[in-house]
């Protein structure tokens, strides 16, 4: 490693979600005096965050209990919460005595997390925590014991061919007591983690789903803050599980998504058109037809829930937040278990420090994780993904459902524990045996194309800098999956146009627009022969979002 500027500080966080700023406001209040930096790869706080979102109040509650006389920035309570099957012409609401109560949320708020994340930043410094946005943290320091001891911010000012260029500054060692690693579904530095210490030994798998979100504003005359619809079947088909949300927020706006789930056979199967198909159904079309499209954005979300939750701490430091993975899949809330993670992970560090430590493993924290209301709620719902996964989504549905009415009346399930079988990147079959599926011409008013899309996730992405996709092998696209599976599956999978199998010369190549990343990690996830690595490109580079 080249000569770094080493700063010193008690604790370091990467990530400005609300698990890192949750755990950075915690340590502050319960002790003033430690010195806490969280670094942020947005160019502001919030700028990549991207949600549903309904936010079950139960964290922030934990973290700031009087957070509405402080204002914190939420939108309207929820009023009306349903459940839809759709057909492709068809809408079967679900009556809510069906849904178990593990399914819903009392007193869940309509949010934009980025909005609420940059509140928070601003609650975080005003109790002195420093926090440094366009900061990727791009490695760990590691000390002579083995022991993490804080991170390294990534290079500023090197060119695409590797070489410093005008304004190069070299990143920095942020040498901490602790750190902790809040970087949301398939963090960088918390897979290295896994690897280096071993974290998911005697784990499942981790499950993923890409979801896609835009923000429409609707007529008056069809909104209604507070509404909130999910939704499951079309336009996904049986073997592809996920589902459909609208959420009504203020000022005449909703939140249309879709999250498809990443264990999809199909290698022609496309995200981003599934969600085009989604908008248009007569459901969500009668909202949208009369409406303007304000902004558009995709992240994954985990989903194996408590079997694949790794080893949580390591010597220096913890994963916290969904670099952990604690999304509750089937009820689709994961941002109070952030709050509480992160909470958890700070009370274990104040702990630690008061006693003089520095640099050992928080042990402590995984019982106070896993013991407590946020492993209780990922064990009672283990269950039903697996049961998805297996039987597709009609009967994994109805199999999930039953799983959870029998955990809530006898606290047990007759399923035991069930596993995942494989990642997500060995679920695709070759389109000789699914198929290949096409998708009709984006309308132009509900469904869109790509290029139109990312353009409203605002990326900022300077070209002249190393490619951020890195490929092990680049000629693995071509030469091996291609052949194997009849198409590249990247093209279809990134919902932001970022790969492209184009003819050069009559042959095929293999092409990289990283411009266009929006950070969703479905690359580093899902390539059949893991041959992409996603690293966190120059600080402040990638989307821009508002109000997501
Ligand atoms: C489409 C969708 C819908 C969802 N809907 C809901 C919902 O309705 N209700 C609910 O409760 N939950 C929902 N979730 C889940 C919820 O958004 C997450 O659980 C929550 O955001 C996780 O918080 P986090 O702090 O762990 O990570 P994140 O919110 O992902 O924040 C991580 C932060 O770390 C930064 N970062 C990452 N890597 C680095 C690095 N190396 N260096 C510096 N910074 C870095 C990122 O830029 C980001 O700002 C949804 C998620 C998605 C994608
Ligand atoms: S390149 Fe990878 S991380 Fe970036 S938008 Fe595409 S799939 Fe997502």
């Not at 160019?43 to 991207?50: C, K, M, P, R, T």
């Not at 304004?167 to 963090?187: S, V």
């Not at 070209?463 to 680049?474: F, G, K, S």
Request: proline content about 7%; glycine content about 12%; aromatic content about 8%.
């Amino acid at each position: 490693m080249a000569e770094r500027d080493i700063i010193d500080t008690d604790v370091v966080i990467v990530g400005a979600g609300p698990a890192g700023l949750a755990a950075a406001i915690r340590l502050k209040q319960k002790s003033p005096e430690t010195a806490v930096v969280v670094v942020e790869k947005a160019a502001e706080i919030g700028g990549h965050i991207l949600s549903g979102a309904v936010m079950d109040p139960v964290g922030l509650d934990e973290l700031l209990p009087d957070w509405r006389q402080l204002g914190a920035p939420v939108g309207p309570k929820v009023t009306r919460d349903s459940f839809h099957v759709l057909t492709r012409k068809g809408d079967f609401r679900l009556p809510n005595f069906m849904l178990p109560p593990l399914m819903q949320t009392h007193g869940g708020v309509v949010t934009s997390l980025g909005d609420l994340v940059r509140w928070l930043g601003e609650q975080a410094q005003a109790l002195g925590v420093d926090i440094y946005p366009m900061t990727a943290a791009v490695d760990v320091l590691v000390n002579q014991a083995g022991a993490v001891e804080g991170i390294v911010t990534g290079d500023l000012g090197v060119g695409r061919d590797g070489q410093p260029k005008s304004g190069y500054a070299a990143g920095i060692g942020l040498r901490a007591k602790y750190t902790l690693i809040g970087e949301g579904a398939r963090g960088s530095l918390a897979k290295q983690l896994m690897q280096r210490y071993e974290l998911t030994e005697g784990r499942s798998p981790q499950k993923y789903g890409l979801g896609i979100k835009e923000i429409w504003e609707i007529p008056d005359s069809l909104h209604e803050p507070g509404r909130v619809d999910h939704y499951l079947g079309w336009p996904l088909d049986d073997a592809t599980q996920g589902g459909g949300f609208v959420y009504h927020a203020n000022d005449r706006k909703v939140y249309v998504g879709l999250i498809t789930h990443l264990d999809y056979r199909d290698p022609t199967l496309s995200p981003f058109d599934e969600f085009q198909r989604f908008k248009q159904h007569k459901s969500v079309a009668r909202l949208l037809k009369g409406g303007t499209r304000l902004s558009y954005g995709a992240r994954t979300v985990t989903s194996g829930g408590w079997q694949s939750i790794p080893e949580l701490v390591f010597p220096g430091g913890a994963l916290i937040g969904c670099a952990a993975g604690f999304m509750n899949a089937p009820r689709l809330k994961a941002i109070h278990s952030a709050f509480r993670s992160g909470i958890a992970a700070a009370d274990s560090i104040a702990e630690a420090l008061a006693a003089g430590r520095a640099n050992d493993r928080l042990d402590a924290l995984t019982a106070r994780v896993m013991d407590g209301p946020v492993g209780r709620e990922l064990y009672r719902v283990r269950n039903v993904k697996p049961l998805w996964s297996r039987f597709g989504t009609l009967l994994g549905v109805l199999l999930g459902g039953a799983d959870m009415w029998v955990n809530q009346l006898f606290r047990f399930s007759p399923f035991g524990t069930l596993k995942h079988k494989k990642a997500d990147a060995d679920a695709l079959w070759p389109v000789s045996a699914t198929g290949e599926r096409t998708y009709q011409r984006p309308d132009g008013k509900v469904s869109f194309d790509r290029a139109s899309s990312v353009f409203l996730a605002n990326i900022a992405h300077d070209e002249d800098q190393p490619v951020h996709l890195r490929l092990a092998d680049p000629a693995v696209p071509v030469r091996d999956t291609l052949p194997a599976y009849g198409a590249e599956p990247a093209p279809n999978y990134c919902p932001a146009g970022v790969y492209e199998v184009v003819e050069q010369g009559g042959a095929p190549v293999f092409r990289i627009s990283p411009a266009n990343c929006v950070h969703c990690k479905t690359c580093d996830i899902k390539d059949p022969a893991r041959n992409i690595t996603w690293v966190p490109p120059e600080g402040g580079s990638g989307p821009s979002y508002s109000g997501m």
